[in-house]
C-alpha cells in the first residue's frame, strides 16, 4: 500500500467518524433515519459516503457529473444490498435545484466540490435552496496552505507563491464566510489530514498500533487552529440560519 493510500485510508476514516457523530447529534431530535430522511451526495462519485450512509437506514440521492462513476456506484450499490437506498442522477451543483427541487433534503453532503465548481458562491446557494430548515450540510474543501506548503518542500517554488495568489483557493475563514453567506450557520469545523499527511508508509508499518495512534492524533488536533489551517482538507457542518 503507497503513502498516499495510507494517508487517506486515515483521513477518511476520521471524516465518517467525524460526520456519524455529528448526524447523531443533529439527528438526536429527529425520527430515526430512513429511507425517508433525505440525504443528497453532491458529487459523491463512487459513493463512499452514501454507502456508509445507507447502510445506517439513510436514503442517499448522488448526484455527479461522471457517467464512469455512478456506473460503479452502481455497482457497488448491488454488491453492498442497499439498491433500495441509494440512487444515481449525472448532474452538477448547477442542476441540483432542478434535480430534487427546492426544500427537499434533510441532509446535503458536499465533498471535495466547491474546488472544481466556476462559482462556489452559486454553488453554496444551491444547497441552501434545497435544504429544509432544520437541515444540515457536510462540507469538505481543500485548503490553500497545505497546498503552498506540499509544493514548496517538493521543489516547487513558483507554482507555490502562484497558488498562494490564487484568489480563488480557500482558506479556513474563506470557507466559514461562504458557507454564510448562502445562509448557513458553522456549527464546527475540523481539519482532516494535517499529520498524516506528512507519515511515510514505513514508519506507519514499523511500529503496532501506530496506525491507530495516528488516528486519535488527527483527531486530538484537528480543531486547534494552527493545524487546522495547515490542514490538506477542512469539514464544516453547517446548518441554515
Keep these: 500500500m503507497t503513502d498516499r493510500l495510507r494517508r487517506r485510508s486515515v483521513s477518511q476514516s476520521f471524516l465518517l467518524d467525524l460526520l456519524l457523530g455529528q448526524l447523531r447529534d443533529w439527528s438526536a431530535q429527529r425520527p430515526a433515519p430512513t429511507e425517508e430522511t ?45 439498491g433500495g437506498r441509494i440512487r444515481a442522477r ?44 432544520d437541515g444540515a450540510l457536510s462540507l469538505v474543501v481543500s485548503q490553500r496552505r497545505s497546498a503552498v506548503l506540499s509544493q514548496a518542500l517538493a ?22 464566510d461562504l458557507v454564510a453567506a448562502a445562509g448557513l450557520t458553522p456549527s464546527a469545523s475540523h481539519g482532516l489530514g494535517a499529520i498524516a ?10 511500529e503496532s498500533g501506530a496506525y491507530e495512534e495516528l488516528g486519535r492524533l488527527e483527531r486530538e488536533i484537528s480543531q486547534d487552529p494552527a493545524f487546522r489551517a495547515l490542514a490538506p482538507y477542512l469539514h464544516v457542518f453547517a446548518e441554515p440560519c
Design 38 to 82: 433525505r440525504v443528497v451526495d453532491l458529487g459523491g462519485g463512487t459513493g463512499v459516503i452514501a454507502i456508509s450512509l445507507a447502510s445506517l437506514g439513510y436514503g442517499v440521492t448522488v448526484i455527479d457529473p461522471s457517467p464512469d462513476a455512478l456506473a460503479s456506484l452502481e455497482r457497488r450499490t448491488r454488491d453492498a444490498g442497499l
Design 90 to 133: 449525472q448532474g452538477d451543483a448547477g442542476d441540483l435545484v432542478e434535480l430534487i427541487g427546492r426544500g427537499s433534503a434533510d441532509l446535503v453532503i458536499c465533498h471535495r466540490v466547491l474546488e472544481v465548481v466556476d462559482s462556489p458562491a452559486a454553488a453554496l446557494d444551491s444547497i441552501a435552496d434545497v435544504l429544509v430548515p
Design 155 to 176: 521543489g516547487h517554488l513558483a507554482l507555490a507563491r502562484r497558488t498562494w495568489a490564487d484568489p480563488d483557493r480557500f482558506d479556513h475563514d474563506q470557507i466559514l
Design 197 to 206: 499527511d506528512h507519515i511515510p508508509e514505513a514508519m506507519i508499518e514499523a
